[in-house]
């Protein structure tokens, strides 16, 4: 065992970890070291974000009916960008379908009925709308997990990656954060390992700097990224018309939104924060601003975001060097006790830790909220029954004539 990381794991109130590793072979202790070497415990320290919010105040949206109006000329904008290989686009999929009775990457769900069709193939589809119109591919970066990676390459080299350029697609891992106990103890989850978990879907640029993927948009053209999360089927990438208002807008980001179903809705809502863009979730607002209306009556705090955004290239390299708050998350971590027996919890039982994406959307200077029709771009997979699931997305797929 290396005296150092002996030393660091005393410094660190982490003695359990060295009595675990002098049990250990030479070879297991080298994997272990190398793997302490390399993930962030600084964690360690790290509280959970608890932000004290500054003076939240609504923010206007480009209305379905402005972009109606408009939507030729945003649209062009948006062709020509693509056509000029000024857009890539980033999928998140880290996430598994654990939610869904599934445990396989969330991607590889089938949610046909007579057919199989996939989530992937779904995105993969819409997309390749886009590359028709424009006659352009759109450059296409996914974030896995360390976990999910191989699953999920093979998974689309198995399905020939559904029609999509492979040579203009690329896969990397987002960065994995230790767990920790209640009471901030580094767990144990196999020989020679200790336990991590995907550091959430806020660090997505910084994991592609780690993993070489900025060398790529340094040698293209690429100006803008369009990031979207796996888990909405109805997902529209690389959208010409969203990105041409974005660009024609000025601003330097932008965000897709649908109007709440209902004031009470459990939606993240885009607003202002001290007068720059942010996220005020459902269970931040009070009871005052979530019925607050404007004078032609519609909700004050109206837009609810879908986790589908535009960021400018050069505005994201800013962000490298800042520290995104850290959420801690309540879970059940599977771990092996004293004993070498892995425990299986039912109940969580420790923490994980995770960025999110939309502590990217407040380092931006301004953000274009854009509006869409929900039933036409909104059909999130997140449960296997009841709201927001496997059911609901296959009614809202038939609804805008997919076959499934």
């Known amino acids: 065992m290396k005296h150092k990381t002996s030393e660091m794991m005393m410094m660190l109130n982490q003695n359990h970890i060295i009595k675990y590793m002098e049990k250990l072979d030479i070879d297991q202790q080298r994997e272990i070291v190398e793997q302490i070497e390399s993930i962030d415990l600084s964690v360690l320290d790290a509280e959970a974000a608890e932000e004290k919010r500054g003076c939240i105040e609504p923010l206007h949206a480009t209305t379905i009916d402005e972009i109606e109006k408009n939507k030729d000329h945003f649209r062009e904008a948006g062709i020509r960008a693509i056509h000029n290989g000024e857009v890539g686009a980033v999928l998140l999929a880290g996430g598994q379908g ?85 009471d901030g103890k580094l767990m144990i989850s196999g020989t020679g390992k200790i336990s991590t978990a995907p550091n959430g879907n806020g660090g997505w640029y910084a994991s592609m700097e780690k993993t070489g993927m900025l060398n790529i948009l340094k040698r293209t053209n690429i100006k803008w990224l369009n990031v979207f999360a796996v888990d909405n089927v109805l997902q529209r990438i690389a959208d010409p018309c969203f990105i041409g208002a974005v660009i024609e807008s000025g601003m330097v980001s932008g965000a897709k939104v649908v ?146």
């Open 98 to 182: 654990s939610r869904l009775g599934y445990e396989k990457p969330k991607g590889t769900f089938n949610i046909g009925v007579n057919r199989d069709l996939y989530i992937f193939e779904c995105l993969i589809n819409n997309l390749l709308d886009v590359v028709r119109e424009a006659n352009a591919w759109v450059p296409l970066f996914i974030m896995t997990s360390a976990d999910n990676k191989k699953d999920t390459i093979d998974f689309f080299r198995e399905h020939e990656y559904f029609g999509y350029s492979e040579d203009n697609v690329w896969f990397f891992a987002q960065e994995q954060l230790p767990t920790v106990t209640t």
């Open 259 to 404: 109007a709440k179903a209902s004031p009470d809705e459990k939606v993240g809502v885009l607003c202002l924060e001290d007068g720059r863009p942010s996220i005020v979730e459902y269970y931040e607002m009070t009871e005052e601003m979530r019925s607050l209306r404007e004078p032609d009556g519609k909700l004050a705090y109206n837009y609810g975001v879908i986790l589908n955004y535009l960021f400018r290239v050069d505005k994201l390299n800013k962000t490298l060097n800042v520290r995104l708050p850290l959420h801690r998350a309540f879970k059940a971590i599977s771990y092996l006790d004293d004993d070498g027996v892995l425990v299986i919890p039912e109940q969580p039982n420790a923490y994980k830790f995770e960025t999110l994406a939309l502590d990217m959307v407040k380092l931006q200077d301004n953000c274009l909220a854009y509006e869409v029709e929900r039933k036409r771009e909104f059909a999130p997979v997140k449960n296997k029954e009841g709201a927001d699931s496997v059911s609901t997305a296959r009614e809202l797929l038939k609804f805008n004539g997919v076959e499934i």
